[in-house]
């Protein structure tokens, strides 16, 4: 019913930036927060921000004030930039978004991951 699709991984040195990306797109009546995980090799997956429906914001301590989530509503999308990068941010990074269909259920949604290496 509704597809989300991520981009903007890829390797960058450490202290570089990288901007994700995350459309959606389907059975849309309204999408409520939407945010970010990501998950490092042999770790739990864990959230890295988050974003309600009016646009207020939540942190992990280890990405605050390097990282920066934001959406456009009328694109569908939420974004997360990502300044100062460190090795330790190398993880696959999911968009989630919690999502009302037309059926009149929200449903929580995942998208496929994209790869973020901070590598020198």
């Known amino acids: 019913q509704v597809q989300l699709v991520e981009s903007g991984g890829g390797v960058v040195q450490p202290g570089g930036s990288l901007r994700l990306s995350c459309a959606a797109s389907?059975?849309?009546?309204?999408?409520?927060?939407m945010a970010w995980y990501r998950q490092a090799p042999g770790k739990r997956r864990e959230l890295v921000a988050s974003?309600?429906?009016?646009?207020?914001?939540n942190y992990a301590d280890s990405v605050q004030g390097r990282f920066t989530i934001s959406r456009d509503n009328a694109k569908n999308t939420v974004y997360l930039q990502m300044n100062s990068l460190k090795p330790e941010d190398t993880a696959v990074y999911y968009c989630?978004?919690?999502?009302?269909?037309?059926?009149?259920?929200?449903?929580?949604?995942w998208g496929q991951g994209t790869q973020v290496t901070v590598s020198s």
């Open positions: 989630n978004a919690n999502v009302l269909v037309y059926s009149g259920v929200s449903n929580n949604y």
């Open positions: 974003i309600t429906g009016g646009f207020n914001t």
């Open positions: 389907g059975s849309i009546v309204r999408i409520n927060a």
